[in-house]
């Protein structure tokens, strides 16, 4: 399984970390973007507190995993979705949306939010992440719709 994202730096990387922690053993989990943005410091510091460690992955384009056999592919952001490449009949290929922590922060930063404030977007993004992987792959096949 792969979750894809524009800059794989934040929710594409979350959802790898909550699925390493969650469904080990279960689903290989991988993570990329269709750039990189470098992983968000915001993103480790929230996933630490819930005590997932994502601060050793990396930001990776989704080119590294084109000669892996994937199964599923999760775009969780739309510019994700937009610009993701073509796979295989096979490999099927979803979307799950979440909005974006870093924008949300950035809007609140704009009005003057604590830095807690803004950190509370990357939470509650996490949280609903979180959530979503808890009920995989029942989840998959029932919940979301191809776009391959």
Known sequence: MLFLCTGNSCRSQMAEGWTRKLKAGTIDVFSAGVETHGLNPNAVKVMA???????GHRSKLINEFMDVELDVVITVCGNARETCPYFPPRCKVLHVGFDDPPKMAAALAEQGESEEKQ????????????AFVE???ENISNEVVSIN
């Open 135 to 137: 009920k995989m792959p």
């Open 49 to 55: 507190e819930a005590g997932v460690d994502i601060s």
């Open 119 to 130: 950190l509370d977007c990357y939470r509650k993004i996490r949280d609903e992440i979180k």
